[in-house]
């Protein structure tokens, strides 16, 4: 029973950062504060109290190529946190010129490969942004796709944690370059079944994103 009662928790955990982190909700149905999506000021508020800490997740999304009209892989990773997590929910953003690859034509969710990092956490899914953007990333002109996964253990380790699918404009040309980022969304988590914020503050502060460059 109390297993039963564990997962259901993760799941409930899984659906709450899936729904409130991709822009599924109707902007008439949710009113949000105005600065609510604003990256640094959100940081800076959830965490100005919380420690730093000498060590932690190092998140990182891997440099990639592809040749103009393919679709590059673009592969989150973690180091140094083998053990140590059970929950994360990433945005990633990249240049609205770019294509997230979805499973199909008639749903937001994004095809996705799970990785080695993720193997024994028991549920994930993947979605490109829906509806309308946080100011913050229409000024960008970026577009944004997000990437959970749980479990009731500390079971997460090293290596890929997952890999999405960005297409590139057919037009590209060899050596323009795509940067591929992280982005701090107020419900975004990368933590253990211990919830310590200093562990996830690091992971927050010292990520590290990629570039796509065609070929």
Not at 16 to 40: I, M, Q, R
Not at 115 to 131: F, I, K, P, V, Y
Not at 132 to 145: C, I, M, N, S, Y
Request: glycine residues 6%; negative net charge.
């Amino acid at each position: 029973m109390m297993i039963k009662k564990r997962i259901i928790a993760a799941t409930a955990a899984l659906l709450a950062a899936f729904s409130l982190t991709c822009g599924c909700e109707d902007p008439k149905e949710s009113e949000v504060e105005e600065n609510n999506y604003e990256s640094n000021e959100k940081f800076d508020e959830m965490f100005k109290d919380v420690p730093d800490s000498e060590e932690g997740p190092l998140l990182t999304i891997k440099d990639t190529t592809a040749k103009a009209g393919e679709v590059a892989e673009v592969t989150i990773s973690v180091e140094n946190a083998e053990g140590k997590w059970n929950f994360c929910g990433l945005h990633i953003i990249y240049p609205e010129e770019l294509d997230c690859v979805n499973i199909s034509d008639d749903k937001p969710d994004a095809e996705y490969t799970p990785g080695d990092a993720c193997s024994r956490l028991n549920l994930n899914t993947a979605m490109e942004w829906q509806g309308k953007r946080p100011e913050e990333l229409e000024d960008r002109e970026v577009g944004a796709a997000f990437y959970t996964a749980v479990s009731t253990e500390n079971n997460g380790k090293d290596g890929d944690i997952v890999t999405l699918y960005l297409k590139i404009p057919d037009d590209a040309e060899s050596g323009d370059e795509y940067p591929v980022d992280f982005y701090f969304y107020n419900t975004d988590h990368f933590k253990g079944v211990e919830n310590d914020l200093a562990f996830e503050k690091y992971a927050f502060s010292h990520w590290k994103g990629g570039t796509i460059t065609v070929e």
